[in-house]
């Protein structure tokens, strides 16, 4: 059974700060999802990694994924605090073939204060 | 482009009831997902329809929980009967292919409360 693990599972920041999220998954996946998602909200896609390697950067975020070391990380360069919300990381469960649902880690709580 | 639609967004009754919900993907969106996610949990995968067939409900309480996709659009999901542990929010998701990796665009959920 896939496992996905977030750590730390809550986090308070200032702002200005710089911080990583962490996400383990217990079996192999070149697939992996960060989404991001608002108190009483959906949830919102910020990026797909889909290799060993992969980098993606969107504003003061970038991910990475390392398949051998199963890890993916979620960095936040000087916070500010719009980007206070709760993150996921979800891997795609089959890594191909037509099923691709999501095993989602518990999410990591960010709070960011002025 | 319009975004995946759910209803009804809220929604309470007692246990031992029955309650639906319903979801229409965003145009062209052959594959459809549902999940459920308990306050303070990562949302956890029911079931995936690609078009109007199921390709995956190893994770469907099929004893209580039925869903359908008739004619490749719309899907509904049913819980019955329900039970308190059934309280959570029930998301939809589509994407445009399936099994390829596409990103998983997310409706706005629907609020189960079971009393």
């Known amino acids: 059974e896939l496992k996905v693990e977030q750590n730390p599972l809550f986090l308070s920041m200032q702002e200005g700060k710089n911080y990583t999220i962490y996400c383990n998954y217990s079996t192999t996946s070149d697939r992996l999802y960060w989404y991001r998602q608002d108190p009483g909200k959906s949830l919102e896609s910020l990026f797909v990694?889909?290799?060993?390697?992969a980098v993606k950067q969107e504003g003061r975020l970038m991910a990475s994924l390392d398949t051998k070391a199963r890890l993916s990380t979620l960095h936040i360069t000087a916070a500010v605090h719009d980007l206070s919300a709760t993150y996921f990381c979800?891997?795609?469960?089959?890594?191909?073939?037509?099923?691709?649902?999501?095993?989602f880690g518990k999410g990591t709580h960010l709070i960011i204060q002025p | 482009e319009a975004g995946v639609a759910q209803s009804p967004r809220y929604k309470i009754i007692e246990k031992r009831q029955s309650v639906a919900f319903w979801c229409n993907p965003i145009s062209g969106h052959a594959t459809l997902y549902w999940y459920q996610q308990i306050l303070g949990q990562g949302p956890k995968l029911l079931i995936q329809f690609q078009n109007n067939g199921v390709v995956d409900d190893s994770q469907l309480p099929k004893d209580r929980f039925s869903a359908e996709r008739l004619k490749g659009v719309d899907s509904t999901l049913k819980i019955q009967p329900a039970k308190l542990e059934d309280s959570a929010v029930y998301l939809c998701a589509s994407s445009l292919r399936g099994g390829l990796a596409d990103t998983q665009y997310f409706g706005p959920g629907t609020r189960l409360t079971v009393l």
């Open positions: 979800a891997v795609d469960m089959y890594s191909g073939g037509g099923a691709d649902g999501l095993t």
């Open positions: 990694l889909l290799s060993n390697g």
